[in-house]
């Protein structure tokens, strides 16, 4: 057969294929990977719990850190050409079994790490309810329960906070989101022209304050809300890691005397290196004389609300026009977890109004695609709702109580080794120093996590490089905290 003719065949064939699928009924429904039958969901579901379950409990007895070997990995994975589908019993056990030796294990009780917790419980039974249900939160009346839900536990979190009645807010996806809300709130209270005109609403240079300790978030939103990175002024610390109000002060005389348009005071209520806590009534009093929004960033700190007995410490927060808390931070939900709390639900439907024929309701204060940055929106909240429900605040105040004394224990274990700790260790995060004569900081926290038996890390406290120990997980035992000890203690002085 020529080359033409072969092709001609096969043109012909084609045509006929089609025409005969054409006038076909569709055909039975296979066995969809994608939509499997409810026998094979039920078997696969089990399957799963039980993996999961074994490797929770795997995990405490396995080192901290990853143990696989990244390379091999890699090419293990590039031969995932998703030509050839592949079963998904076996994919749920692989993806298991790489997940216990290919991450940092926060759910370790000997991981002293950075703010991510091991998940409550209940959390990750929202999450399964939230992905079956898969509800879509961007209106309230598409999912009311939901909405209703998550607007409840916010209201609840807003007065436990001291924040007027009225007070409002959401969840976001994290402490980042939330803060840029703040931002996002402030520039529009500010210029109301703002919305319409960007930067360009302002006489001179938007400009905020936060300081010298606080997330570097604020300059990726600084960035992004387009008033450039170098809006964002970072105020000295007190020699403890606290913002200095004496400083603030002068900043805010000097920037105003450069034409510059103050916006925002940012506190931090909780510093992601050390915990402290900036002096919260002194910024709030200067930011109502100078006309500024007024925002306390307690992503960490925040959860300090829950305890009758630690809640003092966050005195000022009250005073606040916005508040970012991150349940999925102390508070021990699942990741991606946060909340913005304001004082007044206004600031926010006028930052984020907006209108489109196709959505199903326009309730200004209620529709949470009208009063925050999102649109299409997870149902974030019933994390944190099932776990105060489940917890009260009496369990969740144990919570973070429990955290706080293990932090002392650990605090006077190493003191009694000769180890200083360079902040106010209130909040359970530690920045200590080896004792004079012992290996570097750097050293130390390379050796600590390259034994496996615990996981700290390294930061800069006032100026100087200290080992970070933070107590997030609800079920480090005091077991944990002295092979925490002995593991430092071997690393200072290998
Ligand atoms: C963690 C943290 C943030 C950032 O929050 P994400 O949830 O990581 O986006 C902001 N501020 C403080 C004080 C934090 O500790």
Redesign the pocket.
């Known amino acids: 057969m020529t080359g033409a003719a072969e092709a001609l065949r096969l043109e012909r064939g084609q045509a006929a294929s089609f025409c005969a699928e054409a006038s076909i009924p569709p055909p039975a429904p296979r066995r969809s990977a994608l939509f499997p039958p409810r026998e094979d969901q039920q078997r696969w579901d089990d399957l799963l719990s039980q993996e999961l379950a074994r490797a929770d409990a795997q995990v405490a007895a396995q080192p901290v850190a990853p143990t696989i070997d990244l390379a091999g990995f890699k090419r293990e994975l590039a031969g995932f050409d998703f030509e050839t589908p592949r079963a998904l019993d076996a994919m749920l056990e692989w993806t298991v079994a790489r997940m216990e030796r290919g991450i940092v294990q926060v759910t370790h009780p000997r991981y002293f790490g950075l ?1 991510n917790p091991a998940p409550s419980f209940p959390a990750q039974c929202a999450d399964r309810i939230t992905a079956t249900f898969n509800p879509q939160l961007a209106s309230s009346t598409t999912s009311p329960v939901a909405v209703e839900i998550e607007a409840h536990v916010i209201r609840a979190f807003a007065r436990r906070a001291g924040l007027p009645p009225e007070a409002t807010g959401h969840f976001t ?7 840029y809300t703040a931002l996002v709130c402030a520039l529009t209270g500010a210029a109301p022209r703002f919305a319409a005109e960007g930067a360009r609403a302002f006489p001179g240079p938007p400009v905020f304050y936060a300081s010298r300790d ?2 570097r ?1 604020w300059l990726k939103i600084a960035h992004q809300a387009g008033i450039g990175r170098s809006a964002v002024r970072l105020v000295a610390t007190d020699g403890a890691g606290r913002m200095d109000a004496n400083a603030l002060a002068d900043a805010l005389r000097a920037d105003r005397a450069a034409g510059c348009v103050p916006v925002m005071i940012a506190a ?5 290196n050390a915990g402290m806590v900036d002096p919260l009534v002194d910024c709030g009093a200067i930011a109502r004389s100078a006309g500024l929004w007024y925002h306390v ?5 925040g959860a300090l609300v829950v305890s009758d007995r630690l809640r003092g410490r966050l005195a000022g927060i009250e005073l606040a026009d916005s508040v ?1 808390v ?1 349940p ?2 102390w508070l021990a939900t699942t990741m991606g977890c ?1 909340m913005f709390l304001a004082a007044r639900p206004d600031a926010l439907s006028s930052a984020f109004h907006v209108s489109a024929s196709y959505m199903p309701s326009k309730v200004a204060d209620l529709d949470p695609y009208m009063t925050s940055v999102q649109w299409s929106r997870r149902f974030l909240g019933l994390r944190l709702f099932l776990s105060l429900a489940a917890a009260g605040w009496s369990g969740y105040g144990a919570h973070v109580e429990r955290s706080v004394a293990l932090a002392r224990r650990l605090e006077e274990q190493l003191a009694a080794q000769a180890w200083t700790t360079a902040n106010d260790a209130s909040l359970a995060v530690l920045c200590i120093e080896p004792p004079a004569g012992a290996a570097d900081v750097r050293a130390v926290v390379r050796r600590v996590v390259a034994s496996g038996r615990a996981w700290v890390s390294e930061a800069v406290f006032e100026g100087r490089p200290v080992v970070r120990a933070c107590v997030t997980h609800g079920g480090t035992a005091p077991e944990d905290v002295a092979a925490l000890v002995d593991a430092l203690q071997a690393a200072a002085s290998a």
């Open positions: 703010f996806t994290g402490g980042t989101e939330a803060n606080s997330h978030a931090t209520a909780g510093t992601t960033d307690a992503a960490w700190g970012t991150d999925h931070k946060g």
